[in-house]
């Protein structure tokens, strides 16, 4: 979960636009709750646009979005939003909460691609902490080369081959003194980075949009 804070705000043709003080990981499709801004900004919402430009309205004829070219405001994110127009404006007090929580595997998950059998209660625990980060890292991983994934649902059996194998990797990670040296005279570990097959199956290697 993130926080910022709002720089501005303006709501037209039924649409709000809101600033933040500093750039966002907001996406696309993504939901935002937003609270300190007045009625009717504050509430939870659908981002429909990331304008780089101050919004003027809606087309009457094609309801595409308009902007004013002329005008650049920096981390924006529209959404829809009823009530009486306001024009943009100055506005400090918002506070915007950004949640992304991915669920495309559980620690059934990877303790089944491991072939670990029942594992323990210890286990079972850590297990659901890798499976939460492994699902926290690949969806972003995938949002920052462009995909628009469901937090829900996996958008393939290869990303969620991937994200269990990742979920793995960190899972076998536990106890290991690679971080750290010790031991005089002995070599440290290495430190790899993400696997080739990994990125291969989440699509990662190279952007999928220029």
Avoid at 27 to 37: D, I, K, M, R
């Amino acid at each position: 979960m993130a926080t910022y804070k709002s720089s501005s705000k303006q709501l037209l043709d039924n649409y709000a636009v809101v600033a933040t003080l500093e750039a966002t990981e907001i996406a696309l499709g993504e939901s935002v709750a937003v609270s300190g801004l007045g009625a009717p900004f504050n509430g939870t919402f659908t981002v429909l646009a990331l304008p780089q430009y101050l919004f003027v309205g809606v087309d009457a004829t094609t309801g595409a979005f308009i902007y004013n070219e002329n005008v650049p405001v920096a981390n924006q994110f529209l959404y829809a939003c009823t009530g009486a127009n306001v024009e943009f404006v100055v506005d400090f007090a918002g506070t915007i909460t950004y949640t992304q929580t991915c669920t495309w595997i559980t620690a059934g998950d990877i303790e089944d691609w491991i072939g670990i059998g029942t594992a323990t209660a210890a286990d079972t625990t850590f297990l659901t902490i890798c499976a939460e980060a492994a699902n926290a890292f690949c969806y972003r991983r995938r949002q920052e080369v462009g995909y628009f994934d469901s937090l829900t649902t996996v958008p393939s059996q290869d990303v969620k081959l991937a994200t269990q194998m990742y979920g793995g990797a960190l899972y076998r990670q536990r106890g290991s003194i690679t971080d750290f040296a010790s031991f005089d005279g002995m070599s440290t570990g290495s430190t790899n980075g993400l696997s080739p097959i990994v990125k291969q199956l989440l699509g990662v290697d190279r952007p999928q949009v220029a």
